[in-house]
């Protein structure tokens, strides 16, 4: 993950800043070399710092050629990147977060999520409507969703309803729900010590996807996120209603360009994962 951007200017800064917080060897790990205790990128505390770390660079490469955007989302952990790229805060500040985020998400456990493809969206609301203890936690798109909750309200949700496909999720929580109720009121005390600055670009948040640009009402939307639900669907439809032509994915992988794809006429998609996206 972290090769196709070494040769970015401030790459190994970055990551040796983020090494320095963290207190293990970041790019070690993102390469597969480390050893020991926390050394596997799979633990969300090595995940989401690495995914900041590797999308800020791939964001200053974008801005060192002059582009920019009318409008910045991102997906879960994303948004903390969007606010990146939309002058927020700085990369230390942003990686100092994702560190806090990535440790409270850790320990929180006691959940169970699963992915729902193919329903019917009235019945999908019914039956979680009707069940305890369950939520929408990804709404990612009109056939696309995931559950978040109590392992035995989840199963009673997805063995009920109709659907193409059920996948429980590997995770060691019920991540934005109500149950990361403790997580979230630890992050909000790391936030209020945290300057957010005006955004330069709108960010559509996981829990309002409105345009906003005042920091304070960004700052109060990340403090809810981890409790509420991430609305890509409504995300999606907001850039269209925008007028957005283009969609541009920063980071590995292309799930977020494949639900535009699929969900959206009119927006054409665009990869920036590596150096070599950028021409460079």
């Keep these: ?10 790459a190994k800064e970055r990551f040796e800043a983020a090494s320095t917080l963290l ?12 050893e020991g205790e926390l050394s596997d990128l799979g633990d969300t505390r090595n995940t989401q710092p690495a995914l900041f770390v590797v999308e800020s660079l791939l964001v200053d490469g974008l801005k060192a050629q002059g582009r920019s955007a009318n409008l910045v989302a991102g997906h879960s ?12 805060f700085d990369a230390a500040t942003g990686i100092q977060l994702m560190k806090t985020r990535s440790e409270l998400m850790a320990a929180a456990g006691g959940g169970a999520m699963t992915a729902v493809m193919g329903f019917d969206r009235g019945e999908l609301e019914a039956l979680v409507n009707a069940t305890e203890g369950v939520v929408i936690a990804n709404d990612n798109s009109s056939a696309q969703v995931v559950l978040s909750g109590s392992p035995e309200a989840v199963n009673s949700v997805s063995s009920q309803l109709k659907c193409k496909r059920a996948i429980p999720l590997a995770v060691s929580g019920a991540f934005h ?5 403790q997580a979230a009121s630890a992050f909000a005390a790391t936030l209020e010590e945290v300057s957010f600055a005006d955004a330069s670009i709108p960010v559509l948040s996981n829990t309002d996807p409105t345009p906003e640009t005042s920091g304070a009402a960004l700052k109060a939307r990340l403090r809810s996120q ?14 269209t209603a925008a007028g957005i ?12 360009s494949g639900l535009i794809k699929r969900s959206t006429e009119g927006i054409t998609n665009a990869q920036i994962a590596t150096a070599a996206d950028l021409g460079l």
């Design 77 to 88: 952990l994303g948004e903390l990147v969007a606010l990146y790229a939309a002058g927020v």
């Design 177 to 181: 729900s109500p149950f990361m109720e």
């Design 226 to 239: 981890m409790t509420t639900g991430v609305r890509w669907r409504e995300t999606m439809e907001a850039m």
């Design 23 to 34: 207190g293990r060897d970041l790019l070690a790990i993102c390469n597969g070399e480390a």
């Design 1 to 10: 993950m972290a090769a196709g951007v070494l040769e970015l200017p401030g």
């Design 245 to 256: 032509s283009t969609a541009v994915e920063i980071g590995p992988g292309n799930v977020l």
